[in-house]
């Protein structure tokens, strides 16, 4: 692996990334990661993500508006290059506008850590009120998940493993 096949870990300092194609090199990253996070979570259909979400918005966005619909999409990362996607779509029905929200989190996401899980619907819902990510789109996104950064961390080693796994 080198440096340049690093595009989850683009943003991170050159150190960052040296040291991770070294863990990854020696197969130290799978089992650090394996060992940080054990565990699976039990959210595998889209009925049961969307009462996750649901109940997570509930927790931290209480005055956020509804949301429409929320579901794996097994297409999402292959066509948005995303890891989950935010939408609002508008309807005029004469003199009233109807908005709708949507999230999708990638099918990818069936089968993780649950701290996995949970930073990418945090991202998600930080996006229904903050669209750029700004200052306060991640203080958003801190204040549902105090761990964010290091979750988002560890998820971009992960998924960098995982595509380096699939290279081989």
Same mark, same amino acid.
């Given at each position: 692996? /080198?440096?340049?096949?690093?595009?989850?870990?683009?943003?991170?300092?050159? /150190?960052?990334?040296?040291? @991770?194609?070294?863990?990854?090199?020696?197969?130290?990253? @799978?089992?650090?990661?394996?060992?940080?996070?054990? /565990?699976?979570?039990?959210?595998?259909?889209?009925? /049961?993500?969307? %009462?996750?979400?649901?109940?997570?918005?509930?927790?931290?966005?209480?005055?956020?508006p509804?949301?429409?619909? %929320? =579901?794996?999409?097994?297409?999402?990362?292959?066509?948005?290059?995303?890891?989950?996607?935010?939408?609002?779509?508008?309807?005029?029905?004469?003199?009233?506008?109807?908005?709708?929200?949507?999230? !999708?989190?990638?099918?990818?996401?069936?089968?993780?850590?649950?701290? =996995?899980?949970?930073?990418?619907? %945090?991202?998600?819902?930080?996006?229904?009120?903050?669209? @750029?990510?700004?200052?306060?789109?991640? !203080?958003?996104?801190?204040?549902?998940?105090?761990?964010?950064?290091?979750?988002?961390?560890d998820?971009?080693? =992960?998924?960098?493993?995982?595509?380096?796994?699939?290279q081989?």
């Amino acid at each position: 692996i /080198e440096l340049m096949e690093l595009p989850y870990l683009a943003g991170y300092s050159h /150190e960052l990334r040296e040291q @991770a194609v070294q863990l990854i090199s020696s197969g130290r990253l @799978a089992s650090l990661l394996a060992k940080r996070y054990p /565990e699976r979570h039990q959210v595998h259909s889209s009925r /049961e993500l969307t %009462v996750y979400v649901q109940d997570l918005k509930s927790r931290h966005m209480r005055t956020a508006p509804p949301l429409g619909r %929320v =579901f794996y999409d097994p297409k999402l990362h292959a066509v948005h290059n995303a890891l989950g996607l935010h939408t609002t779509t508008t309807r005029s029905h004469g003199t009233k506008i109807q908005k709708r929200r949507e999230v !999708r989190i990638s099918a990818l996401f069936k089968d993780c850590a649950p701290d =996995f899980l949970r930073m990418i619907v %945090v991202h998600e819902l930080a996006h229904m009120k903050y669209s @750029a990510h700004d200052r306060d789109f991640y !203080r958003m996104c801190l204040h549902m998940e105090p761990d964010y950064h290091q979750l988002e961390l560890d998820l971009r080693l =992960f998924l960098t493993l995982q595509e380096s796994e699939q290279q081989r």
